[in-house]
């Protein structure tokens, strides 16, 4: 079980959130003139990151806000949490 | 050595001190004609059938730790096909056919028990789902039933069919033909056939680098040193995303932990395999008499061979209101193995970009009944450069033309 500390609430048990997969995925800014290709990469590929891994959580169950994760998928140590918008507070991975 | 009753008579009087490894460990060559990466099921069927129906014997099959210590050896062990869309239904139906021929072609036992696999519904929108699906699977020629709600019981008394139950039970499908295999024997069986054919397993060789050459394979880099080969197949389930950054790929896979318990033996108490999608749980009891059981995946990624205890909970709580008589049942263990699961749901068995590079991969939580069937057609496509008609939609490219084979929820993924 994750032990997720919500930058609004606080820490809180998993089962709280739900999982939004990874962060930082940036919709093509000219839609109508993005490729199949582009679409394709967008929508579907991911890092998977086996290692140090953003991601996003919604705190479903609390006060319903999006937020970002960065956590060691081998471990699922979590290694900082960080507010939609912001650069996460390690620059590397 | 054949198995045989004989053999095996023979070995007894030796006190079975003199059995003959069933694969040798040899060190690689400096090239082979064809390398797969991954000694799991899935790898190692592969290999057997590039010998058998290819003719392709230089072959080498690289794991990085032991053979078949994957989820090959850790899955929950269902056999069927009984999925809905066409693509689907004909790569798992062929594969079910494998199986149940597999034993005697590999003279190895795997213990495929062909008890029925059931899939209840609880609702109206469940049994519509089940009917549909049904129909779809005889217009492919599998065999599918619909059960009553009485039919239900009297196949498995157990279960608690009353209406006031939590999740009452409407009805279920039922594919006769469905059911378990034992997991670890088919891999020591492919290894064992492959072996023989010339194929070269070779263990704890890790795989560190794809090496490529003006968008050619040109062979992979060892942690026991540079192994050269025009053709590269990857079949490592869990650690696709990995395999493919080394040969800058992008792949729609995301790895998650997927857990599974099982029980103490009990004396024969459940005779077919029963999954239920609604409320997420699936069960069966081994031939050594334990139960089996499986949940879905844990939400985040995850390689870490664990998941999170809310899970299991929840499909247990979901087992014992299926099966009230379970509710004492101790576990004796429980694990997680990592799992490449795929947007649609569907596995990709497929060219690359780079040209000799074949992947196998997103089979998510089924891909144990799909063996057989994922080694036959995926060896077609690396020997003939070109994917077999069965595994044709299942390619990379799928996911820019839009031709997803959107499996999730429609066929049951639950495993």
Known sequence: MLWIACPWCGPREETEFSYGGEAHIVRPTNPEAASDAEWADYLFMRKNTQGHHREQWLHSAGCRRWFNVERDTMSYEILSVYKVGEQPPRGDA | ?415
């Not at chain 2, 392709?56 to 062990?77: F, P, Y």
């Not at chain 2, 890790?206 to 394979?217: A, M």
């Not at chain 2, 079949?235 to 696709?240: I, K, L, M, P």
């Not at chain 2, 014992?320 to 263990?333: D, G, H, K, Y």
């Open chain 2, 1 to 415: 050595m054949k198995y045989s009753f004989l053999s095996l008579v023979r070995n007894g009087l030796s006190y079975h001190e003199n059995w003959a490894r069933q694969w040798r460990s040899p060190s690689p060559k400096r090239e082979y004609d064809v390398i797969i990466v991954g000694a799991g099921g899935h790898g190692l069927a592969t290999a057997y059938y590039l010998a058998k129906e290819h003719g392709i014997t230089n072959v080498a099959v690289l794991e990085k730790s032991w053979l078949g210590g994957g989820s090959i050896g850790r899955n929950t062990t269902i056999v069927r096909s009984n999925y809905l869309w066409d693509e689907t239904s004909h790569l798992y139906e062929m594969s079910l056919k494998l199986w149940e021929n597999l034993s005697q072609e590999l003279n190895y036992n795997l213990m495929l028990s062909q008890r029925g696999v059931v899939n209840l519904a609880h609702n109206l929108g469940d049994m519509r789902g089940i009917s549909r699906r049904v129909h779809s699977n005889r217009l492919n020629g599998i065999d599918a039933e619909i059960l009553s709600t009485d039919q239900v019981k009297a196949l498995v008394p157990i279960l608690n069919t009353s209406p006031n139950a939590r999740y009452p039970i409407l009805g279920a499908s039922l594919q006769r033909r469905g059911g378990t295999a034992r997991h670890d024997a088919v891999a020591w069986g492919f290894a064992r056939a492959a072996d023989a054919r010339g194929v070269d397993i070779i263990q704890e060789c890790g795989v560190t680098g794809i090496r490529r050459d003006n968008g050619q394979v040109v062979g992979v880099e060892t942690t026991k040193g540079f192994i050269k080969a025009k053709k590269v197949g990857v079949v490592v389930a869990g650690h696709t995303s990995v395999l493919a950054q080394m040969a800058g790929l992008r792949l729609p896979i995301q790895s998650h932990p997927l857990q599974a318990l099982v029980s103490d033996p009990l004396k024969p108490i459940l005779n077919a395999v029963v999954m239920s999608n609604a409320v997420h749980a699936y069960i069966s009891q081994t031939d050594k008499g334990e139960l089996v059981l499986g949940a879905g995946i844990d939400a985040y990624n995850g390689y870490g061979l664990r998941g999170s205890l809310s899970v299991v909970e929840h499909n247990l709580a979901a087992i014992v209101e299926l099966f009230p008589i379970f509710s004492r049942v101790r576990m004796l263990r429980q694990w997680a193995g990592t799992v490449d699961v795929c947007p649609d749901a569907s596995p990709i068995l497929s060219k690359t970009p780079v040209r000799g590079l074949y992947f196998n991969c997103g089979w998510g939580t089924g891909g144990f009944k799909a063996t057989p069937g994922s080694g036959f057609v995926f060896a077609h496509t690396i020997a003939q450069d070109r994917p077999h008609p069965l595994n044709e939609p299942f390619s990379l490219g799928r996911f820019t033309t839009g031709h997803l084979i959107d499996e999730h929820g429609a066929a049951g993924v639950a495993h």
